[in-house]
C-alpha cells in the first residue's frame, strides 16, 4: 500500500487549527499511525490504530478517517509542534507516507 | 522509562558487513517483537525488518532480504542487525523500534548512522 500525504508543507499561526491528510492506495481498515519527528530527533508516536492517542500525548492531536482516507488534526498548534509528521500504514506491508512538514507562520 | 540504544554505525566500504546492536532498558524485552527502520539523508522513512519476541518469525524488507539479518538475545536485553554486502544506498540512519503489539512502533531509539562510500 502507498502513502500519500499532503500537504507536503503547511505553514501556519499559532493556535490555528490544522489538518493533515494521508491517503492509500488500498484500505487500510483503520491500521494508520502517525509519527512526528523533530528536527535531529527520532519519530515519536503520536496516534496508533487511526484514533488512539499515545500515552502522554497532549490532547490537542487527535486522528481520524476510514478506508484510504486518513487525517490528524492539531486542535491549536502550538510553536512546539513545528516538526515533521509522517503516516505509517501496518494493514498491508509496512510503509510510511513521505512526510508533511509544519512550520510556523 | 522504556529505553532503546543503538551502536555500531559508522563509515564502511560498498561491499562490507556491520553489525549494529540495541539495548534496550525499562520493559520486558522478552515480551515484544522489535523492529529496526531506516531513513536515508534528507529522505522517509523505510521499515526492513522485524523479529518476534521469541525470536520464531523474522520478516524483512524487499530491499535488505537475503542481505540483512535480524537477531536478538533476550538475556542480554539486546537486537541485533547484521548487514551484509552494504550498498552506497544502504547508507541511511538505523533506528530500532519497539513493537507496539501490532506492528507499529510505539518507541524508538536515537538511532545510529551508517555510511556506505568508498
Known amino acids: 500500500i502507498q502513502l500519500t500525504q499532503s500537504p507536503s508543507l503547511l505553514s501556519a499561526s499559532v493556535g490555528d487549527r490544522v489538518t493533515l491528510s494521508c491517503k492509500g492506495s488500498?484500505?487500510?481498515?483503520?491500521?494508520l499511525a502517525w509519527y512526528q519527528q523533530k528536527l535531529g530527533e527520532a519519530p515519536k508516536l503520536l496516534i496508533y490504530n487511526t484514533n488512539s492517542l499515545q500515552t502522554g500525548i497532549p490532547s490537542r492531536f487527535s486522528g481520524s478517517g476510514s478506508g484510504t482516507d486518513y487525517t490528524l488534526t492539531i486542535s491549536s498548534l502550538q510553536p512546539e509542534d513545528v516538526a515533521t509528521y509522517f503516516c505509517y500504514q501496518y494493514n498491508n506491508g509496512l510503509t510510511f507516507g513521505s512526510g508533511t512538514k509544519l512550520e510556523i507562520k | 522509562e522504556v529505553q532503546l540504544v543503538e551502536s555500531g554505525g559508522g563509515l564502511v566500504k560498498p561491499g562490507s558487513s556491520l553489525k549494529l546492536s540495541c539495548v534496550a532498558s525499562g520493559f520486558t524485552f522478552s515480551s515484544y517483537g522489535m523492529h529496526w527502520i531506516r531513513q536515508a539523508p534528507k529522505k522517509g522513512l523505510e521499515w526492513i525488518a522485524l523479529i518476534y519476541y521469541d525470536s520464531s518469525n523474522k520478516y524483512y524488507a524487499d530491499s535488505v532480504k537475503g542481505r540483512f539479518t535480524i537477531s536478538r538475545d533476550n538475556s542480554k536485553n539486546t537486537l541485533y542487525l547484521e548487514m551484509n554486502s552494504l550498498r552506497s544506498e544502504d547508507t541511511a540512519m538505523y533506528y530500532c523500534?519497539?513493537?507496539?503489539?501490532?506492528?507499529?512502533?510505539?518507541?524508538w531509539g536515537p538511532g545510529t548512522m551508517v555510511t556506505v562510500s568508498s
Open positions: 488500498q484500505n487500510i481498515n483503520n491500521y
Open positions: 523500534a519497539k513493537d507496539g503489539l501490532y506492528w507499529y512502533f510505539d518507541f
